[in-house]
Structure formats: C-alpha cells, structure tokens
C-alpha cells in the first residue's frame, strides 16, 4: 500500500527528463534537468545569481534553504573558488538531495540540518554572501522575514557582503519584508523583479554604498564567460533598482 503522504511534506515529480520538488501542486519550489543539473531553469534563480555583480569573489557563500539545490549546484560548478554552505531545516528535504544530483558534501561543499534563523543569529561575519530561499507549504516563515532575522543576516556578513533574497509572498507582505531589511542595511535595498512569475528578488549590501554602474557593466563583460546567465541583463536591471543609491568611487581599470 502507497504510504499517505504528511501535510507538507516535500515530494518529487519527473516528466520529459525534468525533476522538479513541490510542497504542493501549485508550490513549485525546484526544478532539476536530468541531463544537465547545474542549469538554472527558473528564471528566479537566474535573478537571484545577480548578486555576483556585487560580490564577485566571494570566500564563502551561505545559503538558507536548500531546495532541489539548484543554486548549491550552480555555484559548485561556475564558483570554484568559493566555499558553499547550505541550512536547511527540514530532513525531509535533506533526503532528496541524491534525486536533485546535490553534490556531496566535501573540503568547500556542505549541507547542514539546522534552523536558518538560529544558524544565522549564531554566525556573525561568517560569509560575503547570504542568499535567502528558504519556504515551507505555507509560503515565506515568519522566522526567516522578521526584523530581528535581517538584523542578524546584515551581522552575519563580512563588510562589502551581499544579501541575495527570494521573496515570493503578496505584495503587502513583500512590501513590508522589503521595509525591514531597509532597517537592517546601510545600503538600503535593491528589489528587482523576476522575468516570470511573481517573485522578487531584494539585493541588500553590508556597506554604505554600492558598486557604480559603470562597474556593475564592466563586472557583466568580464564575468560573461565564466557564468551561464546574461549578466549584462542583469547589470541593466540592478543600475535601474539602484536609482538614486549612494555609489562607491570606481576603482582602477582591471579591479572587479
């Protein structure tokens, strides 16, 4: 007999060489193509890479909520130099990882079971970049969007770090969200939205200021080669999120 399966408890899906991980039908939370894993399907996960415009040589990238893994692959594979950690709460999910093709853990990969929030709050400057993607059935947790949760997120980060966050939540609810890391970073937030689907994707710096635009262009065309996304795309959106944000002064030709 089937076993029933547990509210809210993740399950995987498969049709036309595609993996995909739900929480419910209409919950899509990661989609996987068996014949080429690191590829980033969703068109959020291509946003929320834009934080390499930022941070383009980050040490270590945190992540909390791990998924299918499709950002754990792809910043396996394109970020070579970087040390990647994922925090995830729920086991369940954990356990699938082998479906997903998630690397092993190894000397620069690793998952962890844990809760996000207290991981976070545990860890202060321990990462340049923290990207957020972290749902359960119900949507965004409270624990991963209060106030007291960015204020640790902003601590967690080295200086110059960025915050790369999925928010897929109403528009009050993403609006409010967006208020409360304004609170938590001197940077203020860049919020842009993704190409399909209702997600937005909020850009935060552990810093007063941003990379100017004509850095954030000159980072697009030298990163192009190494990343499978259309960074200058992306450099086009952030200039225009950034309207009237405080820029850094360039630095000498050759600098990223």
């Not at 919950?27 to 193509?33: C, T, V």
């Amino acid at each position: 007999m089937r076993r029933r399966r547990r509210p809210g408890e993740p399950f995987v899906c498969e049709q036309r060489g595609e993996v995909s991980l739900h929480f419910g039908m209409s919950a899509l939370q990661s989609r996987m193509r068996r014949s080429d894993p690191a590829r980033l399907l969703l068109d959020y996960t291509r946003a929320l890479m834009s934080f390499v415009l930022v941070q383009p040589q980050p040490e270590h990238i945190v992540m909390i909520g791990l998924g299918g893994g499709s950002i754990a692959k792809y910043c396996y594979v394109h970020l070579p130099h970087s040390r990647f950690t994922a925090v995830e709460i729920n086991p369940d999910v954990i356990a699938m990882r082998g479906q997903f093709a998630v690397p092993a853990d190894d000397a620069r990969f690793r998952v962890i079971e844990a809760d996000g929030a207290q991981w976070v709050r545990e860890h202060p400057q321990c990462c340049d970049a923290l990207l957020l993607d972290g749902f359960d059935e119900g949507g965004l947790p409270d624990a991963l969007s209060s106030q007291e949760f960015y204020d640790a997120c902003a601590s967690a980060l080295r200086h110059g770090g960025v915050l790369a966050s999925n928010l897929w939540a109403p528009v009050a609810r993403r609006d409010a969200v967006i208020q409360r890391m304004r609170a938590s970073f001197e940077s203020g937030v860049a919020a842009l939205s993704a190409e399909q689907g209702e997600n937005t994707i909020a850009l935060a710096r552990r810093a007063p200021a941003w990379p100017g635009p004509a850095l954030l262009h000159r980072r697009a065309r030298e990163l192009g080669p190494q990343h499978a996304l259309d960074l200058e795309a992306a450099a086009r959106k952030l200039e225009l999120a950034l309207q009237g944000a405080a820029f850094e002064p360039d630095p000498l030709p050759g600098a990223v």
